[in-house]
């Protein structure tokens, strides 16, 4: 018996795998990848401030050599630290075991600590990285600092197409922000995409609006459309993963669990509301995102240019310098 996997699951780049499992399916075992949520992302929100409690997740797979990989995606900002630390410890993991670390795009509440993971390199698409040098005044969640933190780690840059092992690759969902991307995971249960803020959570996926939208509205409904299309099984960056039924109802795959310390329904001055907005909300200035950018990626280039000519030039020179020991002879 051979089974081929689905193309969704690969690379466009990567030839089909097949996998022999022997007469009658016995005697072999296909290794897929699987998913496992380390910390559950939360759609939840004050009129004071941002909890953005985002999903964590692990993906494990074996690599094109057959070496048992571990991949973080998206691990959470520093409100969640310990129980980032926690949550690994339960897995009888250290920050060690993780060997690529995967951000689907660069904002404080998904990037703060990556510096957790120094050792391991950093999956991030090159708008992404480009952008989060040189963020738009207004874009609150992806502050000044960004580019810097990035730039500490060992960076690998992904986009659409790119394997990262069998069954994982990339898929570009611009629209949130510049270089947003979702992870795509062949399972046995079919085509899971994490998407980053892409698709916030659950309602999006039925409304086909980004509530918070930094850089292209047009782009980051197009990427919403996309992944519904795309994927049998959503992990969204602020709630839990869920399948759109049949009958187009959102169905979560897992409870919530969570515990809220210290308020109480009743509570003098303490309000709950029961959904989160789903109206779109622009950056203000977004009209002047895509100009600033493409200015700025031609001054990187060209500083690229000059920095490769400078080094060009100083190997000539090196290789021209006559031997101290010929006396210019």
């Known amino acids: 018996m051979v089974v081929e996997v689905d ?13 022999d499992l022997g007469a009658g399916g016995l005697g072999f075992v296909v290794a897929m990848p699987t998913i496992d949520v380390v910390l559950q992302g939360y759609a ?29 995606v998206d691990p959470a900002h520093v409100g969640r630290r310990p129980y980032l630390w926690a949550a690994l410890a339960a897995r009888n993991l250290t920050p060690q075991d993780i060997d690529l670390v995967a951000v689907t795009h660069a904002h404080w509440d998904h990037v703060q600590n990556i510096d957790v993971f120094a050792h391991a390199p950093l999956l991030l698409h090159p708008d992404e990285r480009l952008y989060s040098l040189n963020p738009h005044v207004n874009d609150w ?30 898929i570009d969902m611009p629209g949130h922000s510049p270089g947003s991307i979702g992870i795509t995971v062949g399972t046995v249960d079919g085509l899971a995409v994490i998407t980053g803020d892409a698709i916030h959570f659950a309602g999006v996926a039925l409304t086909k609006v980004n509530p918070l939208v930094f850089w292209d509205t047009a782009q980051a409904t197009h990427s919403i459309e996309r992944v519904v299309d795309l994927a049998d099984v959503i992990y969204p960056g602020h709630d839990q993963p869920f399948r759109i039924t049949a009958a187009g109802e959102i169905d979560f795959l897992v409870e919530k669990d969570i515990t809220i310390i210290g308020l109480t329904p009743g509570m003098p001055g303490v309000r709950f509301q029961n959904a989160m907005s789903l109206a779109a909300a622009e950056m203000p200035g977004i009209e002047e995102q895509r100009p600033a950018f493409e200015a700025f ?21 090196q290789r021209r310098r006559p031997d101290p020991g010929s006396h210019g002879h």
């Open 44 to 72: 939840m929100g004050t009129d004071t401030g941002h909890p953005a409690l985002c999903g964590v997740f692990l993906i494990e797979g074996p690599d094109a050599e057959g070496r048992h990989t571990r991949i973080l």
């Open 141 to 170: 969640a992806t502050p000044s600092w960004t580019g810097l933190m990035l730039e500490s780690m060992q960076i690998r840059e992904v986009r659409e197409g790119d394997e990262i092992i069998p069954g994982v690759g990339v």
């Open 297 to 317: 990626r031609a001054v990187a280039e060209e500083a690229a240019g000059r920095r490769a000519e400078t080094g060009d030039a100083a190997v000539g020179a």
């Open 7 to 19: 193309a969704r699951f690969r690379s466009a780049a990567q030839p089909s795998r097949r996998f």
